[in-house]
């Protein structure tokens, strides 16, 4: 890089779970600067989730995480022109790139749901992920496979 790296912000964790990586969630839920809205939302939908799952003895905040955890892809496929053609290349990800990508789909896959209102939308995508099922699991199986089946180009990586 001709530049230096940018400086990491510090994220402020959140206020019932003490937990950065929540804020950062709601920060990739919040639209418009509405983080107020943002944090009720998804604190409702972890409510949501606490009533779902009182039966069993995990309690919302380990669902959460669990959820994110299936939907973080570990390899992604990028685009590399060689020679004319252009090759889809499996390359592992960084740490916070996973993340954000297992963040970003699960709120992607969540809007798209049918249900009344976000928290519950977002409440059903996080107990579909935890459960190793649902469209943000289903994006990262199918991200795996594209690199599994691009395994002969590994070797043009950076």
């Keep these: 890089m001709r530049k230096r790296k940018p400086k990491v912000r510090v994220i402020a964790p959140d206020p019932r779970y003490g937990d950065p990586m929540v804020t950062q969630f709601v920060n990739m839920l919040m639209f418009s600067g509405k983080k107020s809205t943002s944090f009720r939302i998804f604190y409702d939908a972890m409510d949501i989730i606490k009533e779902r799952v009182a039966s ?11 959820a994110l955890n299936n939907a973080m892809p570990q390899v992604e496929v990028r685009s590399k022109r060689i020679g004319g053609a252009t090759f889809q290349i499996p390359t592992e990800i960084r740490a916070k790139r996973k993340m954000s990508i297992g963040m970003k789909w699960v709120i992607k896959f969540a809007r798209q749901r049918s249900g009344k209102g976000m928290a519950e939308k977002l409440s059903s995508e996080l ?11 289903k994006r990262k199986e199918d991200t795996h496979k594209m690199a599994e089946s691009n395994r002969a180009f590994a070797h043009y990586g950076r």
């Design 56 to 66: 069993e003895e995990i309690d919302e905040y380990e669902v959460w995480k669990r």
């Design 127 to 137: 107990l579909a992920a935890s459960r190793n099922e649902g469209l943000a699991v």
